[in-house]
């Protein structure tokens, strides 16, 4: 498609927009429109006349290069437009997968955009109804806008066909897509940058063919403000259907929902502590509760919907994936980790341990263990999950045991992990999840009176603090007081055993920071032998300390 600017030799340019389209449409139509801003014309309707299909736009090959046509269907755009003029009830068949910017021909996507408006606003999409939106003077082939809405109408499929039309138009913007990104890796393979790798280029490619599969586009960039308030009013539509509690994923512990909403869409959550604290039991807990709670099913377009609870993604860094799964066993049967490992259980336990391992077999947690991950190859293993399983949440134990490139590395561990952060977050943003994150805090805790973590602790270890949407701290005064006891039968040692009475078996996960919402700390019950954090009991709970 080509819209160019006329004038004629030693003439100012009048602003005359010219559309040339393709010999399949001329043949058909011997379509020539124009449009005129000197007339009393508002700007949208010129942009309307200058719409442009994304897929086109981004993904077809230059004609003259490759003198090959887009893959593309004229017929097929018109026949289904015309189903839906004929009975709206065709476009429900494909509303949730095709998008304006599947239509090769613009005038195709601005009439599917109009229909799918006045539709979706309950009103009648007619030739009649939406010839008024359409330029007055619109020539296609010597017919105006009305009668070529007509025409379309008169050549319509049948209702029942609409879906697969659909599909073929669906499918055939993505070979156009499919053919933009496969152009775009061959020019960055030739004229590759002094400072690009190979290994940024492959990045780069699968993550235009991740979003291309998931978004059935790869462009990025703008998107209408009415989009954003549709998602902002879902997203307080959730929250109204949940009685106003949560509007994100449930954690399973109640004190930290009531506070945080739930783990948001997009958000990059740390997840900081001293060793001993409980960070990695912490983020197993919730992960598993929320991978346990996982309801869903797949969409028409086959991608995997939750409607409750999530399938969690884990890199174990760390500890291997049986480490991982004896301590979440642990934690089910509250039989101690130490005891599975050594085999150290009666027949009962045993027997309630492999029932317990029968139940969890159908949960959606997957875990990968491999060790020394670059955050490039996280990135591309955590796409490859969402696409093939699906995703909602996922865990990273820890940050400082991934790797940046190696440009940032020769500049510093400080600027390494600032890239590791600032690339969590865009890929939170990608894959609309959630993402834990475990941190490390630096020494400095050790040398103040009261240990509970701070900020400023995180402020050394590059850009954490700033790129986290939410920051929490996982705090238990008991691990400290245990290493204080004071010699036995002094009046120390008896203040001692009241302290510790009064933190035993409790810990506090502290909301360092959250963007959207209030900070403050979060009481829970914490059992070290099973290694497992969950509400107070009602007896005993303490209300949360809630900071503006």
Do not use: C
């Not at 429109?33 to 949208?44: G, H």
């Not at 606003?121 to 007055?136: N, S």
């Not at 045993?350 to 959606?364: G, K, Q, S």
């Amino acid at each position: 498609m080509i819209f160019e600017e006329t004038a004629g030799a030693g003439v100012a340019p009048t602003g005359r927009l010219r559309y040339s389209a393709p010999p399949e449409l001329r043949a058909a139509f011997r379509w020539r429109a124009r449009v005129d801003p000197d007339k009393n014309r508002s700007p949208e309707t010129a942009d309307a006349m200058a719409v442009d299909s994304l897929a086109r736009k981004i993904a077809a090959p230059d004609r003259a290069a490759t003198f090959r046509a887009p893959p593309h269907n004229i017929e097929v755009e018109q026949a289904l437009l015309g189903a839906i003029l004929v009975n709206n009830d065709a476009f429900y068949r494909v509303s949730d997968f095709l998008e304006p910017a599947h239509f090769f021909e613009p005038i195709h996507a601005k009439i599917y955009e109009l229909i799918a408006s006045l539709v979706r606003a309950g009103k009648t999409a007619t030739p009649v109804t939406l010839k008024t939106f359409l330029p007055a003077d619109l020539d296609v082939a010597g017919l105006t806008g009305s009668q070529y809405l007509a025409r379309l109408a008169a050549e319509a499929t049948a209702v029942i066909n609409a879906m697969d039309y659909g599909r073929t138009i669906y499918d055939l913007a993505l070979r156009r897509a499919l053919i933009g990104i496969g152009e775009e890796v061959v020019n960055e393979a030739y004229d590759s940058p002094v400072d690009s790798s190979p290994r940024d280029q492959i990045e780069a490619a699968e993550k235009s063919l991740y979003e291309l599969a998931e978004n059935g586009r790869y462009d990025g960039g703008f998107q209408r403000f009415a989009d954003a308030l549709t998602a902002a009013v879902d997203m307080a539509a959730e929250a109204y259907q949940r009685d106003g509690s949560l509007s994100g994923i449930a954690s399973g512990l109640k004190d930290l929902d009531r506070m945080m909403g739930g783990l948001q869409r997009s958000d990059l959550v740390i997840i900081a502590g001293r060793p001993g604290m409980g960070k990695t039991a912490f983020a197993t807990n919730l992960a598993y509760n929320i991978a346990k709670a996982w309801e869903g099913g797949v969409r028409p377009d086959g991608r995997i919907e939750s409607t409750n609870g999530g399938i969690v993604g884990f890199f174990s860094l760390e500890m291997s994936a049986e480490q991982l799964a004896t301590r979440i066993l642990a934690e089910q049967t509250e039989i101690a980790s130490y005891k599975i490992r050594r085999g150290e259980i009666e027949p009962a336990d045993f027997d309630r341990l492999a029932e317990t391992a029968r139940e969890m077999e159908t949960i959606p947690l997957y875990i990968d263990e491999t060790g020394g991950l670059s955050i490039a190859q996280l990135a591309a293993r955590a796409r490859r999950l969402k696409r093939q399983r699906g995703l909602d949440l996922l865990v990273i134990d820890y940050i400082q045991l991934l790797s940046g490139s190696s440009k940032r590395a020769s500049e510093g561990r400080v600027q390494e992990i600032t890239e590791i952060t600032t690339n969590l977050k865009a890929l939170a943003k990608e894959l609309a999840v959630p993402i834990l994150a475990l941190s490390q805090l630096s020494r400095q805790v050790e040398s103040r009176d009261d240990k509970r973590p701070q900020l400023s602790d995180l402020r050394e270890s590059g850009s954490i603090e700033q790129d986290a949407d939410v920051v929490l701290f996982v705090f238990r005064e008991e691990y400290y007081l245990k290493n204080r006891e004071p010699r036995p039968n002094t009046e120390e040692f008896f203040k001692w055993q009241e302290e510790m009475d009064r933190v035993h078996g409790k810990a506090e996960v502290i909301i360092g920071k959250q963007r959207h919402g209030p900070t403050g700390t979060v009481q829970l019950q914490f059992k070290a032998e099973v290694t497992r954090f969950s509400d107070l009991a009602d007896e005993d709970k303490l209300p949360a300390r809630m900071e503006d």
